[in-house]
């Protein structure tokens, strides 16, 4: 799987839109990218994924370059909520298996 | 639909002993993946199991061992315990993966185990 690199830390007000950023700049055409963040001491939680179209859903919109070596996840109006570490991973469409390799990911604090 | 549980959520052991966790996957899910989590190396994979066999293994040593029941559900087992193998082990399940693609995994909340 293609390795990602992620900012280590970022702060964002509440209400305002968080933007996380992604750098994936090895991956190739069969890869798809995928986010999970991981709220203090729980189980990483399934954010959003996408293959070459910006995605959104009830939690996120997820943003894919046209040549797909970088990606934003948006988190449209941040609560404190959010406060997380945010992982960015990418994963081949047809893995054999589920093995995801998570990085240090991005530590979010959202202040009041 | 009930997510993915995970008993006993904390343990204590001390070193030497061997020690059991259980996960029950979402319903319908079949593949099942273990994970370790530690301050000093992240979360790094154990191993998965789908459909009662072992799909994909991570690299730990063989004290690190899993098995997969015909109702889904899992079990690991780490024997004789050393103090580094102290931290949060998490479940996670999904549907299966594979030609379909690969579809996310959801996680449940750790076992938070301390050897001693």
């Known amino acids: 799987d293609a390795k990602t690199t992620q900012p280590p830390s970022m702060d964002c007000a509440e209400g305002r839109a968080a933007n996380l950023p992604c750098n994936h700049s090895?991956?190739?055409?069969?890869?798809?990218v995928y986010w999970y963040r991981q709220i203090h001491s729980q189980g990483p939680q399934y954010i959003i994924h996408?293959?070459?179209n910006n995605e959104t859903n009830e939690m996120a919109s997820l943003i894919i370059t046209e040549d797909r070596k970088s990606s934003t996840l948006i988190l449209p109006h941040a609560t404190l909520r959010d406060t997380a570490v945010y992982y960015c991973?990418?994963?081949?469409?047809?893995?054999?298996?589920?093995?995801?390799?998570f990085g240090g990911g991005t530590r979010v604090l959202v202040k009041p | 639909k009930a997510g993915v549980t995970q008993t006993p959520r904390y343990l204590i052991k001390t070193r030497g002993q061997q020690v059991t966790l259980s996960c029950s996957p979402i319903?319908?899910?079949?593949?099942v993946s273990w994970y370790q989590q530690t301050p000093g190396q992240g979360l790094q994979f154990l191993f998965e199991?789908?459909?009662?066999?072992?799909?994909n293994k991570g690299n730990f040593p063989g004290r690190f061992s899993g098995r997969q029941f015909s109702n889904s559900r899992s079990e690991m087992n780490v024997s004789t315990l050393e103090l580094g193998d102290s931290a949060l082990y998490l479940c996670?399940?999904?549907?299966?993966?594979?030609?379909?693609?690969?579809?996310?995994?959801?996680f449940g909340p750790g076992t938070r185990l301390l050897v001693l």
């Open positions: 996408g293959l070459k």
């Open positions: 991973i990418v994963r081949l469409i047809k893995a054999a298996g589920n093995k995801l390799t």
């Open positions: 996670a399940s999904s549907l299966g993966g594979g030609s379909g693609g690969v579809p996310p995994q959801y």
């Open positions: 319903s319908g899910h079949r593949s």
């Open positions: 090895t991956i190739s055409g069969n890869e798809y």
């Open positions: 199991y789908f459909s009662e066999t072992q799909r």
